[in-house]
Nanobody, 130 residues
Framework: QVQLVESGGGLVQAGGSLRLSCAASGRTAAMRSMGWFRQASGKERDFVAGTRWIGDTTIYEEYADSVKGRFTISRHNAKQTVYLEMHSLKPEDTSVFYC????????????????????WGQGTQVTVSS
């Protein structure tokens, strides 16, 4: 089992920045792919960013078109933590953000699909005021 805990959400003004963290614990050595998703009130859970790696080498990263150039996903292996740096935040970014992980080496396309992941965090709220 793998446990994921997100943190770093909060209230920020439009144009501001936040860094979300996803701390993993448990059987993390088997993890090969992780992703960030978000879900606005009354909407479906949408892909934000994802990454696949082997050891310390990132194989690829994927981003939703709506966040390209504003958000960056990164990993700190020693801390078993994945981050999502978010800049130039917009009111439409307001959502609950979730991290997800799997032991599968996902394709770039599969990174974008929620059902590709085995483990999910509880979510952290990001609210962007106008």
């Amino acid at each position: 089992q793998v446990q994921l805990v997100e943190s770093g959400g909060g209230l920020v003004q439009a144009g501001g920045s936040l860094r979300l963290s996803c701390a993993a614990s448990g059987r993390t050595a088997a993890m090969r792919s992780m992703g960030w998703f978000r879900q606005a009130s009354g909407k479906e859970r949408d892909f934000v960013a994802g990454t696949r790696w082997i050891g310390d080498t990132t194989i690829y990263e994927e981003y939703a078109d709506s966040v390209k150039g504003r958000f960056t996903i990164s990993r700190h292996n020693a801390k078993q933590t994945v981050y999502l740096e978010m800049h130039s935040l917009k009111p439409e970014d307001t959502s609950v953000f979730y991290c997800a992980a799997t032991s599968l080496p996902l394709t770039a396309q599969a990174l974008r699909i929620p059902t590709s992941y085995e483990y999910w965090g509880q979510g952290t709220q990001v609210t962007v005021s106008s």
